[in-house]
Every structure is written in C-alpha cells, then in structure tokens.
C-alpha cells in the first residue's frame, strides 16, 4: 500500500506529482521519526518511477524531497531527544530511541564517535539500523544541535543517493516501472536483513 502511494503520483502529469512528492516528503519525515516505515525502499520506489519519466528534472526532484525530509526528520528527532535528555522524567521520543539501540550497539557506536567524531553519521545513516545506535551516543555524549546537524547533512545527502541509484538501477533491469519498484524493494530488503542474520549468526 505505501508503495503503491509513492510509485503511482510521481509519474504522468502535473497535478500527480504535485500530491507525489509532498507524499514522498511526509513518508520519508515520518519514517526518520517513527522507524517503522520503511524509507529507503520508499525513495527506491520513487527513483524506479522516476527513471521512467519523460518529466524533467523528476530524479533530482526524488533527491532533494527524500534528503530535506530525512535531514528534517532526524534534527526532529534529535531535539526531542536531546529534551528528554533535559527532563527529570525523560520522555517517549528518547525511550524510542533506547529501545533501538541495543548496549552492544551503542557501545560500539559510542567508540566509533569517539575516535571520527561527526564523520561517523555519514556511515550510520548507510549502515542498516546505524542511525539510532549514533544518534543515541550523540545525545549521551551531548552533543549540540547544530553540530549534529552539520554532521548530519551529508549523511542525509549520502544516503538518498545511495538508495536513489538502486531504484535507477531497478528501473534500468526492467521496462515496466512496477517490475523495477519490486526489484528495488526486494534489494532494499535484502540490504537491511543481512547485516542482522549475519550478526546473529556471527553471535
């Protein structure tokens, strides 16, 4: 259902992609405060339908929509942490992001912000459930705002395109846009499933 609420507005005329990208941009906002939807197969979704269009200028279009919403997103979220960080009582944003952030990840998160600073945001937003492991050390660590979020920038930057060029790459397998949202999806899926099977396996 989400997908077919990204794949189907962006292509086809105006009107469409005037409800398709502000879509895009409230899913992708919503999925960087709430992780529960699935954003990178969102914008592998969205770069699929895109890829098909005569409209100019649409795949740049996906990028910054998908990049300003997660960069907005994760500053959101980060001011609410960093106020319940504030709090005598704490608050639900910051027990959301606990929750997410099992010790052993956070430890190694705490090390790696340690030793590269801000750099490592770029590599958590990349890296399947990297994000909120770092985002809590950065809070641990207190860290300002605007710090964060100049680490943070780029890493939004890096990860539209990342999954920005699988939803091209979809698109260019198969000449039919649904054929290519599927393959997107099943290698988004596939991408974030792995480390966690390997990891447990590992242990």
Sequence with gaps: M?????????????????IGYPML????????????????ALVSSAAVVAFHQTAPFALLMVFVVASVAAF???IALYWLGRRG???RNGSRWLEAIRRRAPEDRLAQAQRKLDGHGVAVLVLSRLVPAGRLPVMLACLLAKMPLRRFARGNLPACLA????????????????????EGVLAAVLLTLLISVVPSVWRRLVR
């Design 159 to 178: 990860w539209a395109v990342t999954y920005q060029l699988i939803g091209i790459l979809g698109g260019s397998l198969f000449a039919e846009p649904w």
């Design 85 to 87: 960080m504030g709090s």
């Design 72 to 74: 907005c997103g994760d």
């Design 25 to 40: 941009f409230l899913l992708v906002l919503v999925g960087a405060l709430l992780p529960v939807v699935p954003t990178g």
């Design 2 to 18: 989400v997908l077919s609420v990204v794949a189907t507005p962006l292509p086809y005329g105006p009107t469409q992609q005037a």
